[in-house]
C-alpha cells in the first residue's frame, strides 16, 4: 500500500472513520505514556488508566494524565484494590475520576471519599494532606 512519505507500510487504520464520533467515548489503558495524545487524535473524550489490572507505575499514569489534562481529555483511573495512598498521588497530577473497585460496605466508600479530600475537612472526611498535618 502506497503511503506519504515517511509513513509505515502496510494497511492504513482511521479509528475517526471505523468508529462513528457518537460512539467515541473514552479508551482503557494499559501502558504508553503517549496514549492521551493517541485518544486524542483518534476522537476520544476521556481516558481509563487500568493500574488494578496492569503493571503501570503510578508516576506513569500520573504523567499520561497530566498530559491528558493539558489537552483536553478526561481521565478516569481504576487504583488498586483498597491501595487509597495512590489517589492523593493522581488527583494532583490532573485525574479527574477515581474508580476504586470492589467496594463492598458503606465503610469502603467512605474510606475512598475521605482519600480524595483535603482537610479541614479532616477526618473522618479528609486525610489528604499537604507537608504538615496541622491545618
Known amino acids: ?5 515517511g ?9 475517526s472513520r471505523a468508529v462513528p464520533s457518537s460512539r ?7 501502558a504508553l505514556r503517549t496514549i492521551a495524545r493517541i485518544a486524542r487524535a483518534t476522537g476520544h473524550q476521556a481516558i481509563w488508566i487500568d493500574l488494578e489490572h496492569s503493571t ?8 499520561i494524565c497530566a498530559v491528558a489534562m493539558d489537552i483536553g481529555l478526561a ?17 494532583d497530577s490532573g485525574v479527574l475520576g477515581i474508580i476504586a473497585p470492589r ?5 469502603e466508600a467512605q474510606d ?23 491545618f
Open 1 to 5: 500500500m502506497r503511503g506519504s512519505p
Open 24 to 30: 467515541r467515548l473514552a479508551c482503557a489503558v494499559r
Open 75 to 91: 481521565s478516569l483511573v481504576r487504583v488498586p484494590e483498597r491501595e487509597y495512598g495512590v489517589i492523593g498521588q493522581l488527583l
Open 7 to 15: 509513513s509505515l507500510p502496510g494497511p492504513q487504520f482511521s479509528a
Open 112 to 134: 475512598v471519599v475521605a482519600a480524595c479530600r483535603f482537610p479541614p475537612l479532616g477526618p473522618p472526611l479528609g486525610r489528604r494532606h499537604i507537608g504538615s498535618r496541622e
Open 56 to 63: 503501570i507505575p503510578i508516576d506513569t499514569a500520573a504523567s
Open 103 to 107: 467496594i463492598e460496605s458503606v465503610e
